[in-house]
């Protein structure tokens, strides 16, 4: 069974940066999972932010040039460096995987992801 936990989510002013992080456990390998992360606000649907699939890395239009996505080298955290941050972004960040996909893959669905992490809250103050 993997294991997703989360971290370095806050309270950050407007054009601030956090970075989360989630450590991946358990499973048959460390190494088939394709890791990424979804928002939720209340009363809202969960929206694709952003995903590593191996080497690689699918952002949604509304961060991109702001966010970016990363593994280490063991693959076992994936890190969300989250810049120039702005009202909108407030949410609940949940890590998720899936095993390894192929191009035609619906990444942006939030149901194509097997394993989900707890949450951790990200506030962004104008």
């Known amino acids: 069974q993997v294991q997703l936990v989360e971290s370095g989510g806050g309270l950050v002013q407007a054009g601030g940066s956090l970075r989360l992080s989630c450590a991946v456990s358990?499973?048959?390998?460390?190494?088939?999972?394709?890791v990424g992360w979804f928002r939720q606000t209340p009363g809202k649907e969960r929206e694709f932010v952003a995903v590593?699939?191996?080497?690689?890395?699918y952002i949604a239009d509304s961060v991109k040039g702001r966010f970016t996505i990363s593994g280490d080298n063991g693959h076992d955290t994936a890190y969300l460096q989250m810049n120039n941050l702005k009202p909108e972004d407030t949410a609940n960040y949940y890590c998720?995987?899936?095993?390894?996909?192929?191009?035609?893959?619906?990444?942006?669905?939030?149901?194509?992801?097997?394993?989900w992490g707890q949450g951790t809250q990200v506030t962004v103050s104008s």
């Open positions: 590593l699939n191996w080497n690689d890395r």
């Open positions: 358990g499973g048959t390998s460390k190494y088939y999972y394709a």
């Open positions: 998720v995987a899936t095993p390894l996909f192929t191009s035609s893959y619906d990444y942006l669905r939030a149901t194509s992801y097997e394993y």
